[in-house]
Every structure is written in structure tokens, then in C-alpha cells.
């Protein structure tokens, strides 16, 4: 299994910048994906970045410019530097791997518990 665990969610003013990561951790052979989603109130989850193994990237058109992602393989880290927050980026924010388990044949997706992220003034 891997878990993945969220960190640095929390309340930034229109214009400000926060910084997310993820942690994997559990009996992990190989991460080829690693990404973030959001989910605002009342709407569907929606991709927002993510990173192959390889580092290539992939953004939701709606960050571009303002969002990075990056992940360290050694560590089984991600990061998402979040800049020039806008009201609309509010919501609960979640980390994802598309993972290979020691012992399993197959990857498989894996989700953390998500964190908030609140843009107010």
C-alpha cells in the first residue's frame, strides 16, 4: 500500500502564495504519477497538476503561469508552489499517485485526505 499525507493548506489573501506538499510513504516499488486535485463546494474534482517520474509536467489552463509543480524521486515528495492566489483556487486540495505496491502486479491510483486551502481577504 502507499499513503500518501498532505501538508500546508491554509488561508492566503487574494494575491498571496502558499505551498503544498505530499509525503509518500508505505511499501512503494515505483511512482510513475504524482499529482493535485481540487475540489471546491459544490463542485466536481478537477485536475490541477501533475508530474511524471520523469518530470514532466501537465497544468489545468486555469494556473498556468501562477502554479509549479515539482516531486523529489528519492524521497517520494511533491510540491505545488502556489502563487498570485485568486479567489476562485478555494478549495480542498488533494494529492495523487498513480503507484506500483511492493508485492502488487499492478499500479494503482492513491489518494491523501486533502487539505484546504481558503483564498479570503
Known amino acids: 500500500q502507499v499513503r500518501l499525507v498532505e501538508s500546508g493548506g491554509g488561508l492566503v489573501q487574494p494575491g498571496g502564495s502558499l505551498r503544498l506538499s505530499c509525503a509518500a510513504s508505505?511499501?512503494?516499488?515505483?511512482?510513475?504519477?504524482m499529482g493535485w486535485y481540487r475540489q471546491a463546494p459544490g463542485k466536481q474534482r478537477e485536475l490541477v497538476a501533475t508530474?511524471?517520474?520523469?518530470?514532466?509536467?501537465n497544468y489545468a489552463d486555469s494556473v498556468k503561469g501562477r502554479f509549479t509543480i515539482s516531486r523529489d524521486n528519492a524521497k517520494n515528495t511533491m510540491s505545488l508552489q502556489m502563487n498570485s492566489l485568486k479567489f476562485e483556487d478555494t478549495a480542498v486540495y488533494s494529492c495523487?499517485?498513480?503507484?506500483?505496491?511492493?508485492?502488487?502486479?499492478?499500479?494503482?491510483?492513491?489518494w491523501g485526505q486533502g487539505t484546504q486551502v481558503t483564498v479570503s481577504s
Open positions: 495523487y499517485a498513480f503507484a506500483l505496491a511492493s508485492g502488487q502486479s499492478h499500479p494503482n491510483d492513491y
Open positions: 508530474i511524471t517520474s520523469g518530470g514532466s509536467t
Open positions: 508505505g511499501s512503494i516499488f515505483s511512482i510513475y504519477v
